[in-house]
């Protein structure tokens, strides 16, 4: 049977898992789509990493808060949109929920600390 020509994906039923910013759920990850990931974040004790491949966008939904880009502060509040281009090293904090999209998608082994 041919693959449909849509994905719909709920957060109630995917599950939360601990990240390097908080806890993610993963919407759309490159097994559903090769170009781009889709995760909704929930940050919480995250650790300064950076990515040498991924851009990511962090789309704020809900929350205020601060990101962290190569030392300068960045204010967060629902509506704000940062792109972090690969090399940045980000983290973020505050009471914040956000959808973060990376091109090319997320790979763990593309995350790195100091």
């Known amino acids: 049977m041919a693959e449909k ?45 950076y990515h040498k491949k991924t851009t990511e966008f962090y789309y704020v939904l809900k929350g205020e808060g601060t990101l962290v880009l190569d030392g300068e502060r960045v204010a967060l509040d629902p509506g704000t949109l940062v792109m972090i281009r690969p090399g940045t090293r980000h983290r973020a904090e505050g009471q914040v929920e956000t959808l973060i999209v990376g091109i090319p998608p997320f790979d763990p082994a593309d995350t790195f600390f100091d």
């Open 5 to 49: 020509g849509f994905l719909v994906r709920k957060t109630g039923e995917i599950p939360k898992e601990r990240s390097t910013c908080g806890f993610r759920q993963r919407l759309i990850t490159k097994e559903h789509f090769e170009g781009a990931n889709l995760t909704f974040l929930s940050v919480y004790e995250a650790e300064q990493h």
